[in-house]
């Protein structure tokens, strides 16, 4: 890599681990928030905090996380990518800070929807200026999935560790010191943006294939004429990934509280002597090691072998049968979760190392297939509408999980989870058909 590739590389890998660690942060704040607060006060009215509400809460934020990528887009081409993640990470800062002075969950909502809006622009200005800007693209855009897959990692685990001896909201406050620093490195960051277009030749990034949709008549036409085609199926393929995701790991952390293998333990006794004198840990203080956030924790790092197994396997079998096999295993998890969760500990182990794997394993595939089900002239609109399916709507697994566990039962919820995947193989197979077909025409044509 020369000097301009890595300084954007450098950005791109802080900024992406950035934006997951307060993306998967958010479920360990709400397994807090169900016990901390009673009521919405909406001034006209009150509504009783349960899982459902905070289910609508978090699905607002996420909602916007994935809806704002459409228009971050188009954004990207009008005002630059490294001003735009700039304007991210101050945003994410922002609504950190603004979540650690939060004093209702009104104001929680708040910041939650200032996070949605801030970190929506980071993937699409984040892949433009690596498509762009890096002369080594593929290996810059391994770089940046790695530090992604170590913000969604670590993120969750750092969390984790500073609520062992901070209360909640200064927690939140401190995790917005990373991404503000972060923000003042991007402002002062020297580098070409369009550096590896220049090098493929003058006016390539004025041709069509690059340059993508240029008015609303353009968008609405090429998003028709792509919903027309094969990428409809595709499109409801990432939807249940999204649905399936997000239902399952908001709150995961929750849902494990409850099983017997998880109980809290005090963290004076988990500390020795020395340790919880200088951290100030006394005996009977109240503060517990939570074993379930570090079993969330764990499996989300697992998934970077998911991510890494997902690529190679994307090179060696067709993308349509990686999508059944994946949402098989991911069906097939869902029903069992439960009952291995009671089975013990190392059974229980066992299970999320392999959930934490699948549910990153599936996410190469589909993105390979939104290549080849879709016109290399609007490949960038048709990641925006997969980031929309995946991250806005798929955002709406957060209400479905939060409004099942209030009326229904656990069981109720991993059974629902157990269909979006059913439903995702399924449309696999369709896509494993429509495959056979355009092979068996063009075999017929020869």
């Not at 008549?217 to 792509?226: D, I, P, Q, V």
């Amino acid at each position: 890599m020369n000097r301009n590739d890595r300084a954007i590389v450098a950005l791109v890998m802080l900024a992406h681990g950035m934006v997951h660690t307060y993306e998967l942060s958010i479920p360990i704040f709400v397994s807090i928030w169900l016990t901390e607060f009673d009521v919405v006060n909406l001034g006209v009215t009150q509504l009783e905090v349960t899982a459902a509400t905070l289910g609508l809460v978090v699905t607002a934020g996420y909602g916007l996380f994935g809806v704002g990528a459409l228009p971050g887009g188009v954004l990207v081409d009008r005002v630059g990518s490294r001003r735009l993640i700039g304007l991210c990470l101050f945003g994410m800062s922002a609504s950190f800070l603004l979540l650690g002075l939060a004093p209702s969950v009104v104001v929680i909502t708040l910041a939650l929807l200032l996070w949605g809006a801030a970190a929506s622009v980071y993937h699409p200005a984040g892949l433009a200026l690596i498509s762009k800007g890096v002369e080594e693209r593929g290996t810059g855009f391994a770089y940046h999935g790695i530090a992604g897959n170590v913000g969604i990692g670590l993120g969750p685990l750092l969390t984790a560790i500073l609520l062992l001896f901070f209360e909640w909201q200064l927690v939140a406050g401190v995790l917005a010191i990373p991404a503000l620093v972060a923000g003042a490195y991007a402002t002062r960051a020297q580098f070409d943006e369009t550096a590896a277009v220049a090098a493929d030749g003058g006016d390539a990034g004025d041709s069509k294939a690059d340059s993508g949709v240029d008015s609303l008549a353009e968008f609405l036409g090429e998003s028709k004429r792509m919903f027309a085609g094969g990428f409809v199926v595709v499109f409801l393929v990432v939807m249940c990934s999204g649905l399936y995701y997000r239902g399952i790991l908001t709150f995961l952390p929750n849902l494990l509280e409850g099983i017997p293998t998880f109980r809290p333990i005090p963290l004076a006794a988990f500390l020795p002597a020395g340790v919880a004198e200088a951290l100030g840990v006394e005996a009977g203080s109240g503060r517990t090691l939570q074993p379930e956030r570090y079993f969330y924790s764990g499996l989300l790092i697992v998934g970077v072998v998911g991510q890494y197994v997902g690529g190679k396997l994307t090179d060696r079998i067709p993308v349509e049968w990686g999508i059944v096999g994946s949402f098989g295993v991911l069906a097939a998890l869902a029903v069992v979760f439960l009952p291995v969760a009671n089975a013990g500990l190392v059974p229980l182990l066992a299970l999320g190392a392999v959930l934490g794997c699948f549910l990153f394993v599936i996410q190469p595939f589909y993105q390979a297939t939104v290549a080849e089900y879709t016109p290399a002239g609007t490949r960038g609109l048709s990641y925006g509408f997969t980031y929309l399916g995946v991250f806005g709507v798929g955002a709406l697994g957060g209400a479905v999980a939060g409004t099942i566990l209030t009326y229904s039962t656990p069981a109720v919820l991993f059974l629902t989870l157990a269909g979006f995947a059913t439903v995702g193989a399924g449309l696999g197979l369709y896509l494993v058909r429509q495959r056979g077909s355009r092979a068996e025409a063009g075999a017929t044509a020869d």
